[in-house]
Nanobody, 128 residues
Framework: QVQVVESGGGLVKPGGSLRLSCAASGRTFSNYAMGWFRQAPGKERDFVAA????????YNANSTKGRFTISRDNARNTVYLQMNSLEPEDTAVYYC?????????????????????WGQGTQVTVSS
């Protein structure tokens, strides 16, 4: 059974940093992709960043470019989201998603429909 588990959320002051982790397990993964989304209260779940499991292809939402960096550890089937210069507007539940099918373009990973499995989410609160 495939599982996707996020960790690393918490409370941080504006301007601070957090690193989220997402571990996938339950099968042997190859040629897949992972992404991060976030959902604030009363809002839709929005794309944050995505990465393919081969090559250097990553993709960020405009709102996170220059502040958030997505990376991976293939040996651990784990993806990370390094979040710097956090703002109160970044407060949300952050979800990790796994796509187990090949993807030709990293840009399409901005769509929730492209993913096969989702984690339960981790809360990130940015407040003074």
């Amino acid at each position: 059974q495939v599982q996707v588990v996020e960790s690393g959320g918490g409370l941080v002051k504006p301007g601070g940093s957090l690193r989220l982790s997402c571990a996938a397990s339950g099968r042997t993964f190859s040629n897949y992709a992972m992404g991060w989304f976030r959902q604030a209260p009363g809002k839709e779940r929005d794309f944050v960043a995505a990465i393919r499991w081969t090559g250097d292809s990553t993709y960020n939402a405009n709102s996170t470019k220059g502040r958030f960096t997505i990376s991976r550890d293939n040996a651990r089937n784990t993806v990370y989201l390094q979040m710097n210069s956090l703002e109160p507007e970044d407060t949300a539940v952050y979800y990790c998603a796994l796509r187990t099918r090949p993807v030709s373009s990293v840009v399409i990973l901005a769509s929730r429909a492209q993913y096969d499995y989702w984690g339960q989410g981790t809360q990130v609160t940015v407040s003074s």
